[in-house]
């Protein structure tokens, strides 16, 4: 069950010398030979960083680590240096990720108080955003399910040094880390014990707990709003689909807000690829394929409890791809709920046909404007790798909104293309689409067959398959849920509010 954090983020005026705490983490630019404290610790330290970089111990690489214990001028026990990389391409992609690092490395060590201070580089708010979200998420673990040897966190407090009245700041922080921690939490769980209907139920938990209104359609609410491609999908599956709608209203009454936030999360608990059967290696890690309704869920938290003047509505279907008598075969038919017909070419390509049922709903929730979250082609992990998010979206406008976010928030996010020449591949002789189109740009056709059930509506499409599970260990994080979309989803509900 959920881990309740003691981790607790204080502001102080007090320089970070005179923070008392078990740790300081002390941020580094590199510089070659010269290396600068991004903060005002060094002169008291008697030039510790420069020292380190002359006798080439530590030059600051982006997210490289030095230990020193019993810091002259530091009322903290230990110093730890992290480096930043160049301050020219300091960003909060990077001071989030040195953050992490930084309590990655200390994490085991017995520290129950650490103290920091923000780098320069960038503007306050964003760096204090940086390092809270960055060592918080780096204090998660993924070995839940081990009932011996676990890596407890020692981490009770942190104490960061920050001029004036930064409180807001610390609690969006605060909230966003949270919110990303608890989808990471979901997506670690395996298919056997998180099957759809216990998404439904922990995700109905949380919500009530946040104060969200969540509305959990069962199977047959499901087949009453006739949504055949979700249906097709779940079939073979002795776990029932289900269709959970999270509810966000702001307090004022005078919300007349024109503008609703649909937020739509792909949420297969296990994609096997039904009977267009995936190969065995690397099969279990098929269990994250519902990291892109996690995230909208996490979403929801944090923005629960941050409380913007925008209505956020999310919708995540969930299914389990199974194979098996009852399955779905590659060349059926399925109508979704828009009334338009697939030929299932590939049950393997399962995510748009959940996904495109669910975006119908969505914008018959009075959403304005949509954004998805999935895990939804190895196609996009082959055009960009594992660090960048693949961003599709039928309206220029509400994609720079999005990249906007992104960018703000610390995520690394990238343009793809959409368009006719992918939506033609996707022709059928006998349907009005397939749900595969040929081999090659299968991250583009996966977009544009979504593209057919959003009309008008400005909609942009996250596909997280590359940046929802880091399948090797990182300086900032260990192996397992990333928790990807949730700081950019938020961020963009903030500006969409103001
Ligand atoms: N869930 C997978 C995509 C995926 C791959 C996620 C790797 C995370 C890591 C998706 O349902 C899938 O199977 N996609 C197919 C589509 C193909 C059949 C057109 C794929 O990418 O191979
Ligand atoms: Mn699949
Ligand atoms: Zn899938």
């Not at 769980?189 to 998404?199: A, V």
């Not at 969540?214 to 002795?238: H, K, N, T």
């Not at 269709?243 to 296990?270: C, E, M, N, Q, W």
């Not at 690397?282 to 409380?307: E, N, P, Y």
Request: hydrophobic share 45%.
């Amino acid at each position: 069950m959920i881990d309740e954090r003691p981790m607790q983020f204080t502001l102080t005026d007090t320089a970070l010398q005179q923070i008392e705490a078990d740790a300081a983490i002390g941020f580094v630019y590199e510089g070659g030979d010269d290396c600068t404290a991004a903060t005002d610790w060094n002169e008291l330290t008697a030039g510790l960083a420069r020292e380190l970089a002359e006798s080439g111990e530590f030059r600051a690489k982006h997210q490289s680590t030095s230990l020193v214990h019993r810091p002259a001028g530091m009322r903290a026990g230990r110093l730890l240096l992290v480096g930043c990389g160049t301050h020219a391409k300091a960003s909060t992609v990077r001071l989030r990720e040195a953050a992490s690092a930084g309590w990655r490395r200390l994490r085991t060590a017995g520290v129950r108080s650490l103290a920091t201070a923000l780098p320069d580089g960038m503007a306050r708010d964003d760096a204090l955003m940086a390092v809270v979200e960055g060592i918080a998420a780096a204090d998660y673990e993924p070995d839940v399910h081990k009932t011996e040897d676990k890596q407890a966190s020692s981490l009770e407090r942190v104490i960061i040094a920050c001029p004036g009245d930064a409180q807001a700041a610390l609690d969006r922080a605060t909230a966003v880390a949270q919110g990303q921690l608890r989808a990471r939490e979901l997506v670690n769980e395996p298919g056997n014990l998180l099957p759809p209907p216990e998404l439904a139920a922990r995700t109905a938990a949380l919500a009530a707990e946040a104060g969200l209104e969540c509305e959990v359609l069962d199977e047959s609410q499901i087949e009453e709003l006739r949504m055949g491609a979700l249906l097709g999908v779940a079939r073979a599956s002795v776990e029932p689909p289900v269709l959970i709608v999270l509810r966000y209203r702001p307090d004022g009454s005078g919300s007349d807000a024109k503008a609703h936030l649909g937020l739509v999360g792909k949420a297969v608990t296990f994609d096997t690829g039904g009977i267009s059967l995936k190969p065995a290696a690397d099969m279990h890690l098929m269990k994250h394929d519902m990291a892109g309704g996690a995230a909208m869920i996490g979403t929801m938290l944090a923005l629960a409890s941050i409380r913007p003047e925008l209505p956020v509505t999310a919708v995540i279907p969930s299914v389990e791809n199974m194979p098996g008598g009852a399955a779905q075969r590659p060349g059926d038919v399925v109508t979704s709920r828009s009334g338009k017909t697939v030929e299932v070419l590939n049950t393997d390509a399962e995510g748009r046909l959940i996904l495109a049922d669910a975006l119908t709903y969505a914008k018959e929730q009075g959403c304005t404007h949509l954004v998805d979250a999935a895990t939804l082609t190895g196609a996009v992990v082959v055009a960009l790798g594992t660090d960048y998010t693949g961003v599709f979206s039928n309206n220029d406008a509400w994609s720079e909104q999005l990249l906007a976010a992104a960018g703000k928030a610390g995520e690394r996010m990238w343009p793809m293309p959409l368009g006719e020449e992918y939506t033609k591949l996707l022709e059928s002789p006998i349907a009005d689409m397939a749900n595969i189109g040929p081999r090659w740009g299968g991250a583009c056709t996966a977009a544009a067959f979504l593209e057919n059930f959003v009309g008008d509506t400005p909609w942009a499409h996250l596909d997280i398959a590359g940046t929802a599970w880091y399948e090797k260990k990182m300086p900032h994080a260990p192996v397992g849920p990333s928790g990807a979309g949730v700081p950019t989803l938020v961020q963009l509900a903030l500006a969409m509010s103001h």
